[in-house]
């Protein structure tokens, strides 16, 4: 009889509480990080997260409570569209990366950074926070929830469909942030959403 061997039953592949738990904070943390290097170098990205960002340079709000406000209208589309436990999900990354941004402040400096590099780098976390996010049945709001959405109804990348919105709020936020300023966001931009695009792809991972 062989032990071990043969396709593992649905309970087996589900993440434990424990595992979402320590995931979700894993995902804020970096996350948070990511847009701390965005906010040092002064620079712009997409979705909520650009929203926020706006609101944070136009308006002197920090960034945490902008997010967490930007965030609200979409809970309505996600329950609809994607079930209230998805929507519970959500504003708990939601509010833990909200929360993340604000405690790391006095914890975390920046002496000097190069804008591109940044953006590379912030990109980079931000994609893999929202990709364990993604896996754990997560997002954090916004257009995450539509392309989510999409990518389940018809089989749209992810990636693919966030870059298209990120690239459209980026040049909308010409009128508020210098060109040269944008042009080096779209490299974050580019990083962030290529990671989704390379390893968030539907059938690959299959626990829940």
Known sequence: M????GPKSADALRHTPFE????FLSAAI????????????GL????????????SYGF???FGPAFLLVNLPFMALAAMRMGW??????LTAVALVSAATEIQRPWLGFASVQPAWAALVAG?????????????????????????????RFGWRAGWVQLGLDTAILLLSLSVVSPPVIAISLIGALSLNLTLAINHRPGRYIAV
């Open 85 to 90: 436990r998805f929507t519970a999900r959500t």
């Open 20 to 23: 979402d738990a320590v995931a």
């Open 60 to 62: 002197e709000i920090s």
């Open 124 to 152: 980079l976390l931000v994609g893999v926070g929202l990709l364990i996010l993604f896996r754990h049945r997560g997002s954090l709001g916004g257009f995450n929830v539509l392309v989510l959405y999409l990518q389940e």
């Open 2 to 5: 062989s032990i071990g061997i």
């Open 30 to 41: 970096l996350i948070a990080l990511g847009i701390a290097l965005f906010e040092h170098a």
């Open 44 to 55: 712009m990205t997409g979705g909520t997260a650009g929203l926020a960002l706006l609101l």
